[in-house]
């Protein structure tokens, strides 16, 4: 069965630190990765995947992510953290040795303090 | 751009009544799912719906029942509430389940229900 792990419940920076939300997965397959942000009251908004291809995925809002193979991670990581990247942020794995079904992991808070 | 829509937004419930969530999108995609969110749990999946007229167990079915009404709508309901449903409910849309799977699932804004 496939799973994710996000170890950090929450993480704290400081405005303008580099800012990393770390995310591990379990696949039987080749895994389609994604990572997903949640501001309060709202549903999740897609930041970007990783299908194939290059291991440094660029997505929105400056945040970029890194597909290690041999460590089965997907780290988040954004260069010079805003305020307003104060958020709940999800890592998600899709096997489709699984049926295409979308696990994700239990989410990572992030504040970001001025 | 509406494209994931959900309603109620809120609502409060007692033991054993029954409620309807619904789900519209309108974005023309195949695939539809419903998810609810508990703290320190992620999302996960209760039903889903690969294309128009087909319906799928997620990981947490139990308790509840799905229509696909049309492509664009996708209802959740709860038979007889239980407290243990107190959740947030998210409804989801994306490009077919199959061989485009590596497409995004694009999320509303959720429906919070407490049941007492």
């Known amino acids: 069965a496939q799973s994710v792990a996000q170890p950090e419940d929450q993480v704290n920076v400081a405005e303008g630190n580099p800012l990393t939300v770390k995310c591990t997965y379990s696949v039987s397959g080749n895994p389609y990765l994604f990572w997903y942000v949640q501001y309060p009251n709202r549903g999740l908004q897609f930041l970007l995947k990783?299908?194939?291809?290059?291991?440094l995925v660029k997505g929105s809002y400056g945040f970029e992510a890194e597909f290690n193979k041999s460590q089965t991670s997907f780290h988040l990581k954004k260069p010079s953290a805003l305020v307003s990247d104060s958020a709940l942020y999800f890592c998600a794995v899709r096997d489709k040795a699984a049926g295409n079904k979308l696990t994700f992991g239990g989410g990572t808070r992030v504040l970001v303090k001025p | 751009n509406a494209g994931v829509t959900q309603t109620p937004k809120f609502q409060v419930l007692k033991t054993g009544q029954s409620m309807t969530l619904q789900c519209a999108q309108d974005m023309n995609h195949n695939s539809m799912y419903w998810y609810r969110q508990d703290p320190g749990m992620g999302l996960r999946l209760i039903y889903y719906?690969?294309?128009?007229?087909?319906?799928d167990k997620g990981e947490v079915p139990n308790g509840y029942n799905v229509s696909r009404l049309n492509k664009r709508e996708f209802s959740l309901r709860l038979e007889s509430a239980a407290p243990s449903q107190t959740s947030v409910y998210f409804c989801?849309?994306?490009?077919?389940?199959?061989?485009?799977?590596?497409?995004?699932?694009?999320f509303g804004d959720g429906t919070r229900l407490s049941i007492l």
């Open positions: 989801a849309s994306s490009e077919q389940l199959g061989t485009a799977s590596n497409q995004p699932q694009h």
């Open positions: 990783y299908i194939t291809g290059d291991n």
């Open positions: 719906s690969a294309s128009e007229g087909t319906t």
